[in-house]
């Protein structure tokens, strides 16, 4: 059986996820896309056999629609998400699942009213195989108690376009999501440093911050995210236990040693380091709607790293510790 998927955001990620879902994912295909760039959109679905919609609501309402990816902006995701689960079909959506916690709830509201899960946050990171090792050596206790964890974001560069808020927003939020889910806690409270700007952030961007998150049992969290550092796309983490210490490098490449030389290449940026996560995120969510679950990261865990998210923004702003409070989690989410 095939599941027919429409794609609406047809950008980075979802001409890629198009991509994979047409030709790499079994058991899907693409049906339809929409994308306000109408031109790309319809060189987009030309090239997959789709329909290219003209409006992003005909798609969600189009009858051979079975499943949606969002990938447009961030600030449409929530309305976008809204509809999908008003019109009963599942979706998966990409990071954030909204901008704001109160648009984050009215998520979580509907699909409780709705009565069973239709939503997954596109957190691949817990998809990925060498995040899942360190993940694997906390559950075994291979390191003992798990105590700190210190973690790297690093961007070559982005966009113009990305304000202060989005470092959290838009970047920080990976590393949110990272944390509650290695951990298997939520975050308690952020505190964030913003010193010396690179002179190649974009004018008014607070570029490098450190950020330290506290997690409901005790375990802290550093994040060091630089966005305009020039030389790849470098995510690390290393996770410090009682007993010793699980840590994540770029994945292992070839060596080239050459007059007195070691030389290895770093990613150039997400779509080469995780390009295996978002696949098997992607084969994952289709093997769980062939038996009617949606089993990835849920509308609670879009919740709370954008309240997260949100609080490091006012952190930031305020130079001040700042607590964070989640509403209760719906028992959908337990
Ligand atoms: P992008 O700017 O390349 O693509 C966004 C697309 O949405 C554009 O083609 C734009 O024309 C389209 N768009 C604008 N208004 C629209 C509307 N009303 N309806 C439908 N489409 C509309 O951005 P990118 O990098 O592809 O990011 C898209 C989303 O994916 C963002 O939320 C971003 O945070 C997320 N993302 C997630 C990543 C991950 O690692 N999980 C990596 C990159 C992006």
Known sequence: MTLNVGVIGTGNIGADHVRRLASQVSGAGVTAVFDIA??????????VGAVAHGSWTALVDDLDVEAIVIASPGPLHAEQVLACIEAGKPVLCEKPLATTGEDSIKVMEAEV????????????????????????????????????????????SVPHTFTSAMVMTDSVIHEIDTARWLFDQEVVATTVVAGRP??????????????????????????????????????????????????????????????????????????????????????????????????????????????????????LAEGARTKVTLVDRPSLYA
């Open 113 to 156: 009213a709705f009565g069973r899960r239709l939503v997954q946050v596109g957190f691949m990171r817990r998809y990925d195989r060498a995040y899942r090792v360190v993940k694997g050596a906390i559950d075994d206790a291979s390191i003992g108690e798990p105590l700190l964890a210190h973690m790297v974001h690093r961007n070559a």
């Open 198 to 315: 690179s002179p190649q952030a974009v004018a008014g961007v607070r570029d490098p911050q450190l950020v330290l998150f506290e997690l409901a049992d005790g375990v802290v969290v550093d994040v060091e995210v630089f966005l305009n550092c020039q030389y790849g796309y470098d995510v690390r983490c290393e996770v410090v236990g009682s007993m010793g210490t699980v840590s994540m490098d770029n994945p292992s490449t070839n060596s080239l040693r050459r007059n007195g030389q070691r030389i290895e290449s770093v990613p150039a940026d997400w779509r080469v380091r995780f390009n295996t996560a978002y696949l098997d995120e992607l084969q994952d969510w289709v093997d769980g709607l062939a038996t009617g679950v949606v089993r990835g990261p849920s509308a609670w865990d879009g919740y709370a790293a954008a309240v997260v998210a949100n609080c490091a923004v006012h952190a």
């Open 38 to 47: 109408t031109e790309r959109a319809a060189e987009i679905a030309e090239g």
